[in-house]
């Protein structure tokens, strides 16, 4: 792993600003199936029938392409009224014979274009409509992931349906309710984060990343660990560096050690030297046992622990995040090169949404508003 070159973006301020809770928005990462659906497309058939024989339509396609070829449709409204169409489709029904269609008429979907022909189509429907006309389109092949989507595709496409779900990732109403737990919040421990990788840089002992582990409970959130990057510490020269001593690798083997920070010591606690060595948390005595993660963390693992990072983490730290269980992961800064949560950089892992990995977990990009105060940041993979 080579140095990257370090390049510069501007950004708020890494310390802590005048608000206590710094305000910004939480975007949820789209997963790799959820990015590979925006662009796919169905070619599929679509005729023309009276609505006084619309049912026995429907009953004829069904009987020719059962469960509709193996093809899932359910997203998209099976007949629909010429006016509910995009013009694009009315055009093509209007090449396909020469009578415009009537308002009497409704225009339904057949199937694939792949599972069956459309003279076999023609002459089942010919027992009910008269000379019916088949003509193909293109529709999208998976369903929407929400109600703006669909929106699109209905213009674009056909009448599109959106069932408040996602196949491709996860429920919205599981994104939306987390994001009301940890909104509050995301802004202090990214300040955090931005502090100790601020550090970090200043010492010489890493790049400009940070990284903050907090455990909830009962709907508050508690540092557990913090850490910088450390790569340079002790490496003879610039060179690739000490890949084992990325920010998030350090946090989570700190968890793994069971060192642990209360909220208020790890606000001003020793972040130097958090930048360069794991230092020894203690808590506070009357939060001592409420810290103590031995009970609730089997080894390295971190379930439901949440990691705030500056950057997106690299494949590496991605895969160990993935590994040690967390449940929620939010970055500032996308790494388009390096990073490996994302779906859609350079790379596409979406390594937080993978089922063939066995473990799922939320992510985010927080991106903070401004607040008028700027502030130097590596562009560099934690």
């Not at 057949?110 to 088949?134: H, K, M, R, Y």
């Not at 409970?217 to 790569?231: E, Q």
């Not at 031995?294 to 995040?321: F, K, N, Q, R, W």
């Amino acid at each position: 792993m080579t140095r990257e070159t370090k390049g510069k973006e501007t950004c708020t301020n890494a310390k802590a600003v005048p608000d206590a809770t710094p305000k910004g928005i939480l975007v949820p990462l789209k997963t790799t199936l959820e990015t590979r659906a925006r662009g796919s497309l169905l070619d599929v058939y679509v005729t023309s029938v009276p609505v006084k024989q619309a049912s026995g339509a429907l009953e004829v396609i069904r009987r020719l392409l059962p469960g509709d070829g193996g093809v899932d449709l359910q997203h998209l409204r099976r007949f629909a009224k010429a006016r509910d169409v995009p013009d694009a489709v009315r055009e093509a029904f209007e090449r396909a014979r020469v009578e415009v269609l009537g308002a009497t008429e409704l225009l339904l979907i057949v199937g694939s274009t792949n599972a069956i022909s459309s003279a076999v189509v023609a002459e089942e429907l010919s027992v009910i409509v008269n000379d019916a006309v088949i003509f193909s389109i293109q529709v999208p092949r998976l369903a929407p992931t929400s109600q703006e989507q669909a929106t699109l595709w209905s213009s674009q496409y056909w009448p599109t349906v959106y069932k408040k779900s996602n196949p491709f990732g996860p429920h919205p109403s599981i994104v939306s309710r987390t994001e009301q737990e940890i909104h509050g919040e995301v802004g202090k421990w990214m300040d955090l984060a931005s502090e100790v990788a601020r550090q970090a840089d200043g010492t010489g002992s890493g790049e400009t990343v940070g990284v903050v582990i907090v455990e909830r409970k009962n709907g508050i959130g508690h540092p557990v660990a913090v850490a910088g990057d450390a790569r340079w510490v002790g490496w003879p020269s610039k060179g690739a560096g000490n890949v084992t001593a990325h920010a998030a690798l350090r946090a989570i083997a700190m968890v793994a050690d069971g060192v642990k920070a209360t909220s208020e010591s790890a606000q001003t606690f020793n972040a130097v030297s958090a930048s360069v060595t794991q230092p020894e948390f203690k808590a506070d005595p009357a939060d001592q046992d409420h810290f103590d993660l031995s009970g609730t963390v089997a080894g390295y693992l971190c379930h439901d622990l949440e990691i705030y990072c500056t950057h997106e983490p690299c494949v590496m730290c991605s895969m160990a995040i993935l590994h040690s269980r967390f449940g929620k992961v939010i970055f500032q800064y996308r790494m388009p090169k390096t990073g490996g949560m994302c779906a859609d950089g350079d790379l596409g892992h979406g390594l937080f949404w993978r089922k063939e990995l066995n473990w799922t977990l939320l992510a985010w990009q927080w991106i903070r508003s401004s607040n008028g105060q700027s502030f130097e940041l590596a562009d560099f993979h934690a």
